[in-house]
């Protein structure tokens, strides 16, 4: 069982920078792939980015790509996802994934969710 704990959600104006952080329990977190998605208001859910075992290979969203980076800390069992540039489009509730197989960016190959962080873009 792997328990996922997001933090650093949060208000900010169009602009401005935000880093979430999603801390993993367990001691095989290196050997997971790790992603972020995000669920706009009254929206379906959407891949934000993801992150490979080693940090290598690390695909975006065409919406967050350029502003968004995904990158993690396997000493500290960590992945994070810094937010620059934010729209008021990408508030959302912010979730982060773990999967044991591949690096994908479908949802429903991740076996693992946290609860999410709230992200609100103000114009």
């Known amino acids: 069982q792997v328990q996922l704990v997001e933090s650093g959600g949060g208000l900010v104006q169009a602009g401005g920078s935000l880093r979430l952080s999603c801390a993993a329990s367990?001691?095989?977190?290196?050997?997971?792939?790790m992603g972020w998605f995000r669920q706009p208001p009254g929206k379906e859910r959407e891949f934000v980015a993801a992150?490979?075992?080693?940090?290598?290979?690390?695909p975006y969203a065409h919406s967050v790509k350029g502003r968004f980076t995904i990158s993690r800390d396997n000493a500290r069992n960590t992945v994070y996802l810094q937010m620059n540039n934010l729209k008021p489009e990408d508030t959302a509730v912010y979730v982060c994934?773990?999967?044991?197989?591949?690096?994908?960016?479908?949802?429903?190959?991740?076996?693992?969710w946290g609860q999410g962080t709230q992200v609100t873009v103000s114009s």
């Open positions: 994934a773990a999967n044991f197989g591949r690096l994908t960016t479908r949802g429903y190959d991740y076996d693992y």
């Open positions: 367990g001691r095989t977190f290196s050997t997971y792939t």
């Open positions: 992150i490979s075992q080693s940090g290598g290979t690390t």
